[in-house]
């Protein structure tokens, strides 16, 4: 009997431990749409992210949306329908930067669509406006240029500015990056709770670069990490170690986004940076370059970091 | 032993008339990469063809290439890998006009290709080279504008004028089309030992359209369905009947298809239309669109058209 008392104790206490480890790891629900670089046209960055148990989703980059969503339905990420997924679920997209690889899905897809926002930085929205939402590439479904139709609203960010996200529980902080200078690319720090996670688009290393965002990202973030706020941070891999310096076109290798985390360590404390969640994002397919690359991080990762490799479809929490 | 040699005969005399018949047939070969049109992002418009026991390709429009090639790779359409396909099989890609859902696998899959030709119409061309290879949205893989990496080579296209296809067996001559007026398209007559195939980008209806282009093109091609060469017509039924005739966007219905058929048989003789292959292109794949397009086609077809569903990476021949 005392032998029962104690199980029934000891399971319990087990059991809150297990609760509170677990509401404390999870402000976010995050479902990838696509998680590819590149030529992948099915399979191209898109990431929603809500906080969980909310169904008002952002999407960060607009890649893929359609497929990503067909998928995740299939997977049961979600109790709706596509349609559902992409005309209620998303209330915004954040677009870090306007190349195709990172907006086709979600030009291709605005006609079906419901009215959303789109935030990005001012030139990042004047090449969406300029080359896609025109007539000519597209019909115009934005908020400005020639005969706008109105459905997406362009969301103008500045650097720093903590806005809301509308129609959603989040707020949003952005940085600028250098995506092959000069090139202008973003980071977006999202909010819920008083926990964070932080989403890069494309970018190069600051030695590469010639630049000092990615340091000014870190500084910023430090705090939260030591503060273990901070439950994710998605940053892209395009190419293996083996791809020379001069041709990285404003990308991280393995081995440059680990002396980037090394970077942020010395601000963040490395005994803050074991078990931080990095998702790896933007792998190039080509050839055997996704396992190569796996290997390369698995084998660099003396800060312990837990590595994560999105697939499409396939919801996780942070 | 007389019904043995009877029966040798009669086999020999199948066996000749089968060789003959599937001779006459079979001009080209088709190996689709993307069949539907819309946001479906892996699966969008572009058809690889060539003659028959040639490796020597053009692409029809270029709306997903790479996951096209896979699935075409995996279903044993080609004795080769995705890369030797994508890189050295297609010579050049025929752009029909420059909506987003005809060209992005082609811009977005230009990093990891060889040279190639992008013929088009110069008002398509110009517009590929100001909003896609413009490094805005795109690193500039083009011939013309800003800093050109010139991988691609533009080649402007004339109506009506018949030109080589470089680096094939194949000619081309081009009709222009009315996609949402005044918006414009082309259909591609390719030609290869005397027969054609004719491959249509987005278009509507001429009445619809306040055009008369629909009607040039049938007057063209009529004295070749009526000499039997023409070996199949690539058209487009975007949406249901129930797609009212102020929303087509410049595309085709069921009943739209059937009444420019209609006009057709008048030119080429209503005997001379059964059995010619209608391949159906770009059925937006809203809801049950799909099933429905093809059962109001299916009960529509008073002229005994072969009609045919290309499917992503299932070769077939013309």
């Excluded at 030529?39 to 990503?68: F, H, K, W």
């Excluded at 195709?100 to 990042?124: Q, R, W």
């Excluded at 601000?267 to 931080?276: S, Y």
Aim: hydrophobic share 40%.
């Amino acid at each position: 009997m005392r032998q029962r008392i104690y199980n029934l104790i000891s399971t319990s206490i087990f059991s809150l431990i297990f609760v509170s480890v677990s509401l404390a790891q999870s402000a976010f629900n995050v479902v990838p749409l696509g998680v590819k670089g590149g030529g992948a046209e099915g399979n191209l960055s898109a990431y929603m992210i809500a906080p969980v148990n909310s169904q008002a989703y952002v999407c960060l980059d607009g890649g893929t949306v359609r497929q990503g969503v067909e998928v995740a339905v299939a997977n049961g990420a979600f109790a709706a329908t596509a349609d559902q997924v992409s005309r209620s679920f998303i209330k915004g997209f954040l677009i870090s930067h306007a190349h195709l690889d990172h907006v086709s899905g979600m030009i291709t897809n605005a006609p079906e669509d419901t009215s959303k926002f789109i935030y990005a930085f001012p030139k990042c929205l004047e090449i969406i406006k300029n080359h896609y939402f025109n007539w000519e590439s597209w019909p115009n479904f934005g908020s400005e240029g020639v005969n706008p139709l109105k459905k997406y609203t362009y969301k103008p960010l500045s650097e720093g500015q903590e806005i809301p996200l509308e129609n959603t529980e989040m707020t949003l902080k952005t940085f600028s990056l250098s995506h092959g200078n000069p090139y202008e690319g973003a980071a977006f720090l999202i909010q819920t709770h008083g926990k964070q996670a932080l989403y890069f688009g494309d970018t190069g290393p600051d030695e590469i670069e010639k630049s000092t965002r990615l340091q000014k990202v870190w500084e910023a973030i430090a705090p939260l990490i030591k503060a273990k706020t901070l439950t994710g941070i998605f940053l892209e891999v395009s190419y293996p170690n083996e791809q020379p310096d001069n041709k990285l076109f404003g990308h991280l290798t393995p081995n440059w986004i680990m002396k980037e985390m090394n970077n942020l360590a010395a601000l963040a404390g490395k005994e803050n940076m074991r078990d931080l969640k990095l998702i790896i994002t933007h792998i190039k397919p080509t050839g055997q370059n996704e396992v190569i690359i796996k290997g390369q991080l698995s084998d660099n990762n003396a800060l312990g970091l837990q590595i994560v490799y999105p697939e499409q479809g396939t919801a996780f929490e942070l």
